[in-house]
């Protein structure tokens, strides 16, 4: 088997403290040849819907055969299993705690395949165990790049944890959905896709459409500089997701907004 580059990595250990340099000083013991990749190490703690929602925007820009890495674990220690998820082109390694739902969901009519990961050779020799991305997840990653064989690593399962992922409903001109993320720059990304906007109106009359969010109505705008006027606005961001912004401001500390605060879009 080819050797698999790139390890990526997602999670909410933030970067005070050495965990994340610890995990990546042991993949690259075992394999000084890989590449890794930080996505994101500011997961809002313990959220694992945050992570699943991140990682949702962000694998398929990696090349094929990338291993992502998510630690986003408040189950550690317990008996929750560590896992390993194959899809087409990716591998997904870390708890069995619903943070690879979006992985599920997007491979429903493809190829997946979940591992239990019990082959212990692979991990390191544990002194406590509160940190499985240093002893299991970051050495079962450095393993699987080299090379060594999926199959490996544990037998594969079929009832492992999914999350209940919110969907926007479409009906009759009308789209609900909801705030799933907020983002660095506090924007409000929500889980109302360019695609669900595509069922209900003509994305070259952006004017037409309106946005409910509490009592306001707001606009989409084509560009962040275009809502200057210190109003909220909404925007297709550069995941193709419907986002709520204050140019120049931070929209979620100002107005209070919080995660699955519902917004409603219509195309008049």
């Not at 609900?176 to 070259?204: H, M, P, Q, R, W």
């Amino acid at each position: 088997m080819l050797e698999k580059p790139f390890i990526a990595l997602i999670t909410d250990f933030g970067l005070k403290d050495p965990f994340v340099g610890l995990m990546k000083g042991v993949i690259l013991k075992i394999n000084p040849n890989v590449k890794i990749i930080d996505i994101t190490h500011h997961i809002q703690r313990h959220n694992i819907f945050e992570a699943a929602q991140v990682l949702a925007m962000s694998y398929r820009y990696f090349p094929p055969t990338t291993i992502f890495v998510v630690v986003v674990d408040p189950g550690v220690g317990s008996e929750r299993r560590p896992i390993l998820v194959i899809t087409e082109d990716y591998y997904f390694i870390g708890p069995d705690n619903g943070v690879f739902t979006t992985i599920y969901e997007h491979s429903k009519n493809g190829f997946l395949k979940v591992l239990h990961i019990t082959a212990d050779h692979f991990f390191l020799p544990m002194s406590g165990s509160t940190f499985h991305g240093r002893d299991v997840f970051a050495p079962v990653a450095a393993w699987l790049s080299k090379g060594i064989e999926s199959s490996r690593f544990g037998d594969e399962i079929d009832d492992y944890k999914r999350l209940d992922i919110p969907l926007p409903k479409i009906s009759e001109g009308l789209i609900t959905g909801e705030v799933v993320c907020i983002d660095y720059f506090g924007n409000a990304i929500t889980n109302i896709s360019k695609d669900d906007l595509l069922k209900i109106v003509d994305l070259n009359s952006l004017p037409n459409i309106r946005i409910k969010f509490r009592d306001q109505i707001l606009s989409i705008v084509n560009y962040y500089e275009e809502a200057s006027d210190g109003r909220i606005a909404g925007i297709i961001n550069s995941f193709g997701y419907i986002e709520l912004f204050v140019y120049k401001d931070n929209v979620s500390e100002k107005f209070n907004i919080q995660i699955g605060e519902r917004i409603s879009i219509s195309g008049h």
